[in-house]
């Protein structure tokens, strides 16, 4: 059972009140607390299971403009007063910076908690089982899957509190379910492998196992013996599962510890067009048990929805207390990035986007971290298939797709086809003119 | 040394017959406690952004029979919570087999001191040296618009409690100096990154100012791809300079070889042993015995004493890398190779220092040998698809090869090969064998462990680059 309120709170009280008594002139504290389950199971056969209780506080103190932090899993009382000590002698040396300090009392969050993130359902070790063994299932019903890397289901129930010396004290519940197969495939002497996976607030809106294996499947077969392409300019088809890291790239080049330090290339871009004119991003925190909902950040301030692009004008930052500062604006609530991130839908359907060119490549894994959000350029791995006509034909893999992601914003089609699945949501995605490096 | 019972109302004996009475019917299980400490204090922006301490305690029980491991942990090391876990480890386990639990050799053997860092340097004077890095970096050049220093320091005790009472100890230090610089000119920003480490203290890793080369190789990156030039597409030769490009040979074959993949025949490797998987000269190891560099380790997180594990041998694969279960199902011993994150995370078959040995060629032989092609001496990073065997690692520094010559440096491009069949595309090893700064961490299954790299310059005849040119 995951602790009360009450308890988290107790510890956060010890440790302001401690911090204030040894003479810190404010102080910030999160206690958190989770109790997660884990089912692996490969080849019908239970492969692992994992429980775990963690409990731990991250503490935050200030000596006027003097900040420093611990984090810590022993909360036994003697052992939070020495840390509390150590951090406050630590604030003590640590050099003073104009810009420290805790938000804005008036940007606390001090609504209702109506989002509904929290699923009381327990679903015990059997069921768990039973869940992940039909999706393995379903997934060997291909008689081209082989072997299993390995399915699994997990069960995550957390609480925490965020307090501070500004009277901020706030906290909740939150849950997931989280269910995923990896099988192999094997045919005339190539294996490959793919997965599916599923992630939820709430057990009933998860994926049901046989659609999970199926699709694993499915993804594993269609990579089998794959082509090696020539290098040349294409036009790139983004499957759902790859077209939102791009959404990532963007908030990560638009958060504001980016944008103060100048380690960005959409820096000096508010109001400019960075999109093409079709391209609308919101980030919206508060959408009913939604996996990146969320009521205030880090901080405690409220999270408010933003339009961060519209009609492909950058019109917001993601920001932060600190960083906010030295940009001049106030928090929106972004401490801890962004929420349900997504890109509103094109006015193309899957069919027609896939059928706008003679010849393009569909994308659906990428491999490596080859962006650079100082610069925008973009380079990865990839695998995917060839579409001619409309028509996904053969695979393809051991290739490189590359081009920069200022030219990448601006290329963008968009389906219409967008699904909130995940925190960061886009729909199928097409890209003109990038570089594929083949043979 | 930590004591792990201190604080709590269980002594190590009452541990011990817990531990024994729950392993009993099992294979093989242990239960491994672990105190660490770990600091970071960084310096970003012209400030000390953030100076944080953090503690960490538990324990993780384990008890495996057959193939199947159940593992719990906890963060409060008391009679009740590892009953609770015993309770929750029993009911998992329903078989009866219960005989394995070899063993474990005895060792002395002390790879690194058990110094620990963050005490022996007081944080006023890691705040002192991170704002002269700082001012030494910015005072560089004028194009330099951005520093950011970071001092990362850790020490954990880890001890391992096995069935019959058997205890086995480590104290393992780790610290990491990173610096990264941004610059400006003509509006075109680029960076460059350098850092230094291993299991010392941080004073050892400072001696002569070191702190100054490590500013100056950032900086000098950076400078360079100021100037780089969109990079050419497509497959060409590939010089690799000494040292750090090894995360090719982590990525290409270093996972691929790990015992538990192959036991599950999920590697394109597992049916290859004793085959030519490599060109003839290629010898590669994975050695956990290498004083105080960041891979090493005294005793791997089951227990078993490290070693120096020959991988490839002259272009034949000899062995896989073992921890304790994956080695008995596939009737072998562990090579010390079992490794975790932490108490919260499961035991698997991890690389320690992967390096591939020295050759006689010259680097420079490599280069003139090329007509086209590219030089690429440092790396971002890498990720490898066990399955496929592709693997890819992104260059931070390259040059293109023009006849024989190094031409200009060209724009960061990802690198994408085959595990299998790029090591049969080695034509020349070079004859000076270096390994990495100390700066390797390793992801997998999500648990990140500090890993080591070394290499001698290579020249590989084809390999895919992901450039914008074609």
């Known amino acids: 059972m995951i602790k009360n309120e009450d308890y988290l709170n107790k510890v956060a009280e010890r440790c302001l009140s401690k911090a204030k008594k040894l003479g810190a002139t404010d102080a910030s504290a999160i206690v958190v607390n989770s109790v997660s389950e884990n089912i692996n199971i490969r080849n019908k056969k239970i492969d692992g299971s994992e429980r775990s209780e963690s409990l731990g506080i991250n503490l935050t103190t200030y000596i006027n403009k003097k900040k420093s932090s611990i984090s810590s899993s022993n909360l036994n009382e003697k052992s939070i007063d020495s840390l509390v000590e150590r951090c406050f002698e630590a604030t003590k040396v640590t050099p003073e910076d104009e810009l420290n300090s805790l938000p804005d009392k008036e940007l606390h969050f001090q609504g209702q908690k109506k989002l509904n993130l929290f699923d009381e359902t327990e679903i015990n070790n059997e069921k768990k089982i039973n869940f992940i063994r039909e999706a393995e299932d379903e997934a060997f019903s291909n008689p081209q899957i082989v072997n299993t890397n390995g399915s699994a289901f997990g069960q995550v129930k957390s609480n925490f509190i965020l307090s501070n010396s500004n009277g901020f004290s706030d906290g909740y519940k939150t849950s997931q379910f989280t269910a995923y197969c990896e099988v192999v495939s094997k045919n005339n002497g190539s294996m490959e492998r793919d997965y599916e996976y599923t992630s939820k607030r709430f057990y009933n809106d998860l994926l049901s196992p046989k659609k999970i294996g199926n699709r694993a499947a499915e993804l594993a077969v269609n990579k089998l013996n794959p082509r090696k392409i020539k290098s040349e300019k294409m036009n790139i088809v983004f499957d759902k599962r790859i077209s939102k890291n791009f959404l990532s790239y963007f908030s990560n080049a638009i958060h504001s510890s980016a ?78 990035g962004s929420t349900n991130l997504y890109f509103e839908n094109g006015d193309i359907n899957y069919e027609d986007l896939i059928k706008s060119d003679e010849k393009m490549l569909y994308i659906n894994e990428t491999i490596g971290h080859g962006t650079n959000l100082i610069t925008g350029d973009y380079s990865v791995g990839a695998s995917g298939r060839m579409i001619e006509k409309g028509e996904l034909l053969y695979p393809v893999s051991e290739i490189t797709i590359a081009g920069n992601l200022n030219s990448i914003f601006q290329n963008i089609v968009l389906a219409n086809d967008l699904e909130l699945n995940y925190s960061t949501n886009s729909p199928t995605m097409l890209v003109t003119g990038m570089t594929v490096g083949g043979r | 040394m930590s004591n792990f019972f201190q604080n709590s109302d269980i002594d190590v004996n009452k541990a011990e017959k817990i531990v024994s009475d729950t392993l009993n019917k099992c294979d093989d299980g242990e239960l491994y406690l672990e105190d660490s400490k770990s600091e970071s204090i960084l310096l970003d922006d012209n400030k000390i952004k953030s100076s944080n301490y953090t503690t960490d305690l538990g324990y993780g029980f384990r008890a495996i029979t057959g193939d199947v491991v159940a593992y719990s942990h906890s963060n409060e090391i008391s009679n009740k919570s590892l009953k609770s876990s015993s309770e929750n480890l029993k009911s998992s386990h329903k078989s009866n087999i219960g005989s394995y639990n070899t063993d474990i050799k005895k060792t002395n053997q002390k790879f690194y001191s058990d110094v620990d860092p963050i005490e022996t340097k007081s944080l006023s004077s890691k705040i002192e040296l991170l704002n002269k890095i700082n001012e030494y970096a910015r005072s560089k050049d004028s194009s330099v618009k951005q520093v950011t220093a970071s001092f990362l320091g850790e020490k954990k005790d880890i ?36 850092g230094i480490g291993g299991r010392q203290s941080y004073d050892d890793y400072l001696v002569n100012d070191n702190w100054k080369k490590v500013c100056d190789e950032a900086f000098r990156i950076a400078s360079t791809n100021l100037e780089s030039k969109p990079s050419p597409a497509g497959e060409m030769q590939v010089v690799l300079g000494p040292g750090w490009p090894a995360i090719l040979i982590h990525e290409a074959v270093g996972h691929g070889l790990e015992g538990d993949f192959n036991r599950k025949k999920t590697s394109a490797f597992h049916d290859l042993v004793g085959k030519k998987v490599a060109s003839d000269g290629v010898t590669i190891i994975d050695d956990g015995t290498i004083e105080n560099r960041r891979g090493s380790l005294n005793i791997d997180d089951e227990g078993t004493p490290t070693e120096k594990t020959v991988l490839i041998e002259n272009g034949i694969l000899k062995n896989f890398m073992q921890d304790r279960m994956n080695a008995r199902l596939m009737n072998t011993k562990s090579t010390g190779n079992g490794r975790r994150e932490s108490y919260k995370h499961i035991v698997m078959p991890r690389m320690r220092n992967t390096i591939m040995l020295g050759g006689n060629n010259t680097q420079e032989e490599m280069i003139k040998s090329v007509n086209k092609g590219i030089f690429a001496v440092s790396f971002g990073g890498g990720q490898v698809d066990i399955t496929s065997g592709k693997f890819v690692f992104n260059c931070t520094e390259a040059y293109e090869i023009i006849n024989g010559k190094i031409g200009s440096p060209i724009k960061g491009a990802t690198l994408i090969g085959d595990g299998p069949s790029s090591l049969k595309e080695v034509l020349m090893v070079g ?40």
């Open chain 2, 431 to 470: 004859n000076d064998m270096m390994m990495d700064p100390g700066i390797g961490t390793c992801g997998k299954a999500g648990q990140g462990v500090p890993v080591g790299v070394g290499q001698p310059s290579l020249l590989i005849n084809k390999m895919t680059v992901g450039g914008t040119k074609i």
């Open chain 1, 259 to 336: 944008i103060a330090k100048g380690t960005t290339f959409l820096k000096d871009k508010i109001d400019k067009k960075i999109f093409n004119e079709k391209i609308n991003i919101t980030d919206k925190g508060n959408i009913e048990k939604a996996n990146g909902s969320k009521y205030f950040d880090n901080e405690g301030v409220e999270v408010k929805e933003l339009t961060l692009v519209k009609d492909g004008i950058l019109k917001d930052y993601l920001i932060d207390t600190y960083n906010g500062k030295k940009i001049n604006k106030k928090s929106n609530g972004r401490s801890g």
């Open chain 2, 159 to 194: 001890e391992i409690l096995r069935s019959g009472g058997e205890l086995l100890k480590d104290t393992r230090p780790l610290v990491r100096i990173n610096v990264s610089v941004m610059v400006e000119k003509k509006g075109r920003k680029e960076t460059g990154v350098y």
